[in-house]
């Protein structure tokens, strides 16, 4: 039951970081000119993160360490979730 509880509280915090890296991206967009509206960036943060994956391969020829940054905390938020609920379920 405790590592439950920590795989849900881990991924709790990983999708806070998912937040903030969202939020980062469209920043650095934002710093680009590209202009986002807030109201409706739940449903377009996918729409940002491409645009700022083009732009930063574009710019520097890589992928920008925000966008693996934002792939990597909901993936983990996601096996964290999963797990957690699998192991309070079986218990």
Do not use: H, P
């Not at 680009?32 to 996918?46: D, E, G, P, Q």
């Not at 732009?55 to 792939?71: A, D, P, Q, R, S």
């Amino acid at each position: 039951m405790i590592a439950a509880n920590i795989l849900l509280g881990a991924a709790i915090i990983f999708v806070i970081c998912f937040v903030v890296f969202s939020i980062l991206i469209v920043a650095a967009l934002d710093r680009r000119n590209v202009k986002t509206n807030f109201l409706w960036i739940r449903l377009l943060i996918f729409k940002c993160v491409s645009q700022y994956r083009k732009i930063m391969l574009e710019e520097t020829g890589k992928v920008g360490t925000l966008f693996y940054l934002w792939i990597f905390s909901i993936n983990l938020a996601l096996i964290c979730a999963v797990a957690g609920f699998i192991i309070k379920a079986s218990a």
